[in-house]
């Protein structure tokens, strides 16, 4: 019996503010494998993450996506985040007063007391986890990804380093344990010692029951992150897809290679 991807994407045409930017894109992301999507600024990328997760700004005029075989498309955002959506974003907001630790636990308690994925209309399965219990799962996954302990007594992204706001996104993915993680840009603005300790902590977490959408528009992050399949889009649709040599072909000879023979057909 074959296997139907956990995320699947079809023929999506998204607008915002009435202007047409996802033009009929096609994606299926399994876990156990990790996806980049990569693509010149422009070509909808950002539009396509966004749209993954809910951002009401997004209009979707035609297609579907589904995740786990049902439609999220009426899903609020937290509904697709409790179903096992994950969003690392680009730009993490600064919550001063709240710290790390207890933003994860109040994330986690959220999804535990929806009952396994509230979107699926299950009864909640208990009040949230025990602060012992969670205390042990944040050290075991800090040590996972060799952060230091103080960490989680900061306020969440107030005054942390582009790698520190990246290293939360990452260990909020360890927590949370989603089935799909898409990771928006997530390498942007780092130098190459946050980009390894990002790439680092992707790796340690990917595994089967794990399934990544890098999103980047450089191929740096593909020599850290090994992926399974490279798509390249541009003008809100994928105009390619193959294995890890693509991106080496993209970095070789940019993307406008991908544009003539988009032009060519």
């Given at each position: 019996m074959s296997h139907t991807p956990e995320l699947v994407v079809r023929d999506l045409h998204v607008a915002v503010e009435g202007k047409e930017i996802l033009k009929g894109l096609n994606l299926e992301v399994s876990k156990g494998e990790i996806h980049a999507l990569m693509g010149p600024n422009g070509s909808g990328k950002s539009t396509f993450a966004n749209t993954l997760m809910g951002h009401p700004r997004y209009e979707v005029t035609a297609g579907e996506i589904r995740f786990k075989g049902e439609s999220v498309l009426e899903m609020e955002p937290d509904e697709r985040?409790?179903?096992?959506?994950?969003?690392?974003?680009?730009?993490p907001v600064a919550i001063p007063g709240v710290t790390v630790a207890n933003f994860l636990r109040t994330a986690l308690n959220a999804r535990v007391a929806a009952g396994d994925g509230g979107a699926n209309g299950k009864v909640p399965t208990r009040k949230g986890i025990a602060p012992k219990e969670f205390r042990a799962m944040l050290k075991e996954k800090m040590a996972l990804l060799k952060m230091d302990e103080s960490f989680a007594t900061r306020?969440?992204?107030d005054g942390f380093s582009g790698g520190e706001k990246k290293r939360a996104e990452i260990l909020q993915m360890a927590i949370l344990k989603p089935e799909i993680a898409i990771m928006d840009e997530t390498d942007s603005g780092l130098d190459i010692d946050a980009l390894r300790v990002v790439s680092d902590g992707v790796n340690a977490l990917a595994g089967k029951d794990l399934g990544v959408l890098v999103i980047t528009h450089y191929n740096r992050i593909l020599n850290y992150i090994k992926p399974t399949k490279v798509h390249v889009m541009v003008d809100g649709r994928i105009q390619a897809s193959g294995g890890p040599?693509?991106?080496l072909e993209l970095e070789s000879r940019g993307y406008d290679w991908v544009r003539g023979e988009v032009e060519v057909r």
């Open positions: 985040s409790r179903a096992g959506l994950f969003m690392a974003f680009q730009y306020y969440l992204n040599e693509l991106a």
